[in-house]
């Protein structure tokens, strides 16, 4: 499916900012103002609870660290891949413009160093002001709730100290020429915090996903099977989705998919 091919989609409320408790409420007054007495009615969607996560911290660390100064949007391109050849020749590592395990390793360490030494306040503050999340995945999610629309929670693990998770909630319906009075759409829920954060909330965004409905999880990275969030998240996934597109290392990547598929991993075919 094609952006073009997609019907356009109205903005029933615009990302708000709520407590993590307040999302399930905050969601079920949006569907109580639009009943169809002013204006078309609106309900939301029930079909599948579709999970994203985008785990890889490389480009926020890269913009800390002064490499990249580009929007922190999880998309891999040419000005990601510079920043990457620019840190991997400054730390004497193979120039690839690809992010393996060695060169986070590295940045994650240069950015602890860097921490320790208070040289990160001006840095960490553009980053929380350049954080859009999921603008990486953004055309794919809307292309989803176009065709079938649905409750999209997003996980962005962000850097920084542990401050809890916070929460927004939007929901947007595509609008087909042949039924304009009654829109189905689709619910965004989305929540950032560290990986710690997430983690220890995992119960809470478990609670989220619609019960009884089909749950698919994007894990938007690698596979890394002894990841604890990937863990928790898959086991109560009923389909995992991966893209292979993004590959550091293919064969090793592969072989790994190939041990979740064995060890029974509800992997789209």
């Given at each position: 499916?094609?952006?073009?091919?997609?019907?356009?989609?109205?903005?029933?409320?615009?990302?708000?900012?709520?407590?993590?408790?307040?999302v399930e409420s905050q969601l079920q007054s949006i569907w109580r103002s639009y009943t169809g007495?002013?204006?078309?009615?609106?309900?939301?969607?029930?079909?599948?609870?579709?999970?994203?996560?985008?785990?890889?911290?490389?480009?926020?660390?890269?913009?800390?660290?002064?490499?990249?100064?580009?929007?922190?949007?999880?998309?891999?391109?040419?000005?990601?891949?510079?920043?990457?050849?620019?840190?991997?020749?400054?730390?004497?590592?193979?120039?690839?413009?690809?992010?393996?395990?060695?060169?986070?390793?590295?940045?994650?360490?240069?950015?602890?160093?860097?921490?320790?030494?208070?040289?990160?306040?001006?840095?960490?503050?553009?980053?929380?002001?350049?954080?859009?999340?999921?603008?990486?995945?953004?055309?794919?999610?809307?292309?989803?709730?176009?065709?079938?629309?649905?409750?999209?929670?997003?996980?962005?693990?962000?850097?920084?100290?542990?401050?809890?998770?916070?929460?927004?909630?939007?929901?947007?319906?595509?609008?087909?020429?042949?039924?304009?009075?009654?829109?189905?759409?689709?619910?965004?829920?989305?929540?950032?915090?560290?990986?710690?954060?997430?983690?220890?909330?995992?119960?809470?965004?478990?609670?989220?996903?619609?019960?009884?409905?089909?749950?698919?999880?994007?894990?938007?990275?690698?596979?890394?099977?002894?990841?604890?969030?990937?863990?928790?998240?898959?086991?109560?996934?009923?389909?995992?989705?991966?893209?292979?597109?993004?590959?550091?290392?293919?064969?090793?990547?592969?072989?790994?998919?190939?041990?979740?598929?064995?060890?029974?991993?509800?992997?789209p075919t």
């Open positions: 499916m094609t952006i073009a091919n997609s019907p356009p989609l109205v903005s029933l409320q615009a990302p708000k900012d709520v407590s993590i408790e307040e007495e002013e204006g078309p009615a609106a309900t939301r969607a029930t079909t599948f609870s579709f999970v994203v996560c985008e785990p890889d911290d490389t480009q926020p660390l890269l913009a800390a660290l002064g490499y990249y100064t580009g929007p922190i949007d999880g998309i891999a391109g040419p000005r990601t891949a510079a920043a990457i050849k620019a840190a991997q020749k400054a730390y004497g590592l193979e120039i690839t413009g690809k992010a393996d395990s060695q060169l986070r390793d590295r940045l994650h360490q240069v950015f602890g160093e860097a921490k320790e030494r208070g040289q990160l306040k001006t840095a960490e503050t553009v980053l929380v002001e350049q954080y859009f999340p999921d603008i990486g995945g953004a055309h794919i999610a809307d292309a989803i709730a176009a065709s079938n629309p649905c409750r999209i929670i997003t996980l962005c693990p962000t850097l920084g100290e542990d401050e809890g998770v916070s929460a927004q909630v939007s929901a947007y319906c595509p609008i087909h020429k042949q039924n304009q009075n009654t829109l189905v759409c689709c619910e965004y829920i989305t929540l950032q915090g560290t990986a710690i954060a997430l983690e220890r909330n995992i119960g809470v965004i478990s609670a989220l996903v619609v019960s009884d409905l089909p749950q698919y999880l994007w894990w938007k990275a690698t596979p890394e099977p002894d990841h604890s969030l990937f863990q928790r998240l898959a086991s109560t996934s009923d389909v995992i989705i991966f893209d292979s597109s993004i590959f550091v290392e293919p064969e090793t990547n592969l072989r790994q998919l190939s041990e979740l598929i064995d060890k029974t991993c509800p992997l």
